[in-house]
Every structure is written in C-alpha cells, then in structure tokens.
C-alpha cells in the first residue's frame, strides 16, 4: 500500500520536482515537518542518524542539521524557512555545507485530499543546470553507499 | 561511475523513437541490421546509421560474425542508466516510507505529551 512517488527532473532545468500522497490528515504531514523531533525520525537516508542544531519552522526561522552516516561520514545542511504557511506552504533555502554557496530554493505544498489523506508537492530550484544535475548525481552516490552496506550486511 | 559524456551521449541516443525501437527489439535477442530494418520504412542505410549512433553510445555491440555481424545489446550499460536515476528516487522513496511509519504511528489515539 505503498504511494507512488512521482520525480521529475526535466533535462536542461534546474529544478526537481515530486508529488507524494500519504494516509495521513493534512495537519499530522505539516506537522511532522514542523517539530524537529519528528523531523529528525524521517528526513535523509536511512540508517543515518540525525543531529539537530536548531530547526524553527516558522516564517523567517531557520535550521541547521548534520546526518551521521553509519560509516562516521558527516553531512551537514542549513537554510532560512522564508515563509512557512501552517498546513499550507512553505519556502526555505537548502544548502549542503559540502557544496558552499550552491543554494537552492525549495517549495512545499501541503494538499488536503480529504479524511485522512494529502498530499505532499515539492519543487526544489538549484542555481544552475549543472549544480541539480550534481545533486542527482549525489544522491545516486548515497544510494549506492547505501546498497553496498545492505549487500555486506546479506553476505555477513 | 560513469562521466558526464558518456551519460550524455547515451540519452542522446535514446532521445529517438526508431533507437528506441531498436533496442527493444534488441531486449528480446540479437538481430542483423536486415531483421532490424524489417518493420521500419526507412532505408536499410538509415537503419545503419541509428545503429552506429547506439553503438558509438556504447548501448550495443556488433561481434565479428564475418557476413551477417549480429548486433547485441549491451544490458549493462543500459542498467547503468537506469540506476542513474533509480538511486536518487531510493532515498526519496525511503525517506517518505519512514514518513508513513510516522504518521501512522501519530493517527493512534494518544494524549499530546506537552
């Protein structure tokens, strides 16, 4: 009963974008955007574990926070939450401190569908063709750190 | 990993309808260049050519078989493509399961610990 996660990366943009429904209430997804301690318990790949600095979701808030890779590798990010509207939208910057000045512009757009079901729509702008390429292109690089560490852990 | 370059002129070899049905025929067994030609009105030369753009984007390979030279495809390559963009959607996918887990957890009734 797994939603489907839509991405699309359009070749020669520099934009990503991702539609996602969830079982939940509107309310409960923006909120587990909101409280960094459920924040904390699902954002960044799995099995990593997640150090907030501070993380204030409100207009104007920002955050900081570093992914703990299970191999001892560090992964810090920070950004301004420009306008957080409650159960509705939001717009922060995202930056990944191993990327200086790469920033890119990501939109949130938290959808009520009904009792107990939303959506989650997200656009994530970089400041170039090449830097959203590069981030695809990390995450392929996670990916495959991550499938390798499940492979040991079949042969162990 | 493979480069830029070769990434590049990989999906610039698929962005064609003909090569794409070319590989697909291709998914099911090698073929000469006649048999690949067969269910396309274009000449056999034109067919040629598709076939020099995906081998030149290494998605194919011709063996030395004297006359007929089957092409073959070449599946890794292929898959290494696809893994491009795979891997990003895996952490995503992961990371909105982990959502779900949440907020399934959060729908049980509870009293609000604050």
């Keep these: ?156 | 990993m493979q480069s830029d370059a070769d990434l590049d002129s990989a999906f610039a070899a698929l962005a064609d309808p003909v090569r794409r049905a070319i590989i697909a025929r291709l998914s099911r067994g090698p073929a000469t260049v006649n048999e690949l030609a067969e269910p396309f009105e274009i000449s056999k030369q034109a067919v040629s050519k598709h076939i020099q753009v995906l081998e030149h984007a290494g998605l194919v390979t011709r063996t030395r078989d004297a006359q007929r030279r089957p092409v073959h495809l070449d599946p890794g390559r292929l898959e290494a493509l696809t893994a491009w963009i795979d891997r990003y959607r895996l952490i995503h996918e992961q990371q909105f399961r982990a959502l779900d887990a949440l907020l399934a957890e959060q729908s049980q009734p509870k009293e609000d610990p604050s």
Excluded at chain 1, 7 to 17: F, L, Q, S, V, Y
Excluded at chain 1, 57 to 79: L, T
Excluded at chain 1, 80 to 104: K, L, N, S, W, Y
């Design chain 1, 1 to 156: 009963m797994t939603n489907a996660l839509v991405i699309t990366a359009p070749e020669g943009t520099p934009w990503i974008e991702f539609t996602r429904e969830f079982d939940a209430p509107v309310g409960a997804l923006f909120n587990a955007h909101r409280d960094p301690d459920l924040v904390r318990r699902w954002l960044g790949p799995n099995g990593y574990e997640m150090a907030i600095d501070h993380y204030d979701f409100v207009s104007g808030g920002g955050y900081r926070y570093v992914h703990h890779a299970p191999d001892g590798g560090e992964y810090a990010f920070h950004g301004m939450f420009h306008t957080v509207r409650e159960g509705e939208f939001a717009i922060q910057t995202f930056e990944f401190e191993g990327a200086p000045d790469q920033v890119a512009i990501e939109y949130l757009w938290f959808e009520d569908l009904g009792p107990g079901r939303s959506r989650l729509r997200g656009k994530s702008i970089g400041p170039s063709v090449e830097s959203r390429d590069a981030m695809v292109a990390s995450g392929m690089e996670k990916g495959m750190r991550e499938g390798y560490e499940r492979l040991e852990a079949l042969c162990a």
